[in-house]
């Protein structure tokens, strides 16, 4: 079994940045594919970002390319979102996710389905 494990949410002015940690555990953790995703109070959860399991493939919505970067260190097991110039619309619950499959294509980096394991969520709210 995985444990993901999200860290660094908190409250931030508009305009401030956070960076997000997930750290995976358990003997089948795979390094496969891996993202963020969000969920606004009264919204369907929504992809941010995801990236590939050597970190060389990157996936961003539209709303946060530019301003958020996703990173992985495998020796640390451990995924990263830096989050800059925040805008209200970024408060949410965050999530990361993993897949099992380490041939995941690139057109479904955004897919909730496609992760198999996924963590409690870190709150993350800006303040306008």
């Known amino acids: 079994q995985v444990q993901l494990v999200e860290s660094g949410g908190g409250l931030v002015q508009a305009g401030g940045s956070l960076r997000l940690s997930c750290a995976a555990s358990?003997?089948?953790?795979?390094?496969?594919?891996m993202g963020w995703f969000r969920q606004a109070p009264g919204k369907e959860r929504e992809s941010v970002a995801a990236?590939?399991?050597?970190?060389?493939?990157?996936y961003y919505a539209d709303s946060v390319k530019g301003r958020f970067t996703i990173s992985r260190d495998n020796a640390k097991n451990t995924m990263y979102l830096q989050m800059d110039s925040l805008k209200h619309e970024a408060t949410a619950v965050y999530y990361c996710?993993?897949?099992?499959?380490?041939?995941?294509?690139?057109?479904?980096?955004?897919?909730?389905?496609?992760?198999?394991?996924w963590g409690q969520g870190t709150q993350v709210t800006v303040s306008s």
């Open positions: 990236i590939s399991g050597s970190g060389g493939v990157t």
């Open positions: 996710a993993a897949a099992r499959s380490t041939q995941i294509l690139y057109r479904y980096y955004s897919d909730s389905r496609t992760y198999d394991y």
């Open positions: 358990g003997r089948t953790f795979s390094r496969g594919a």
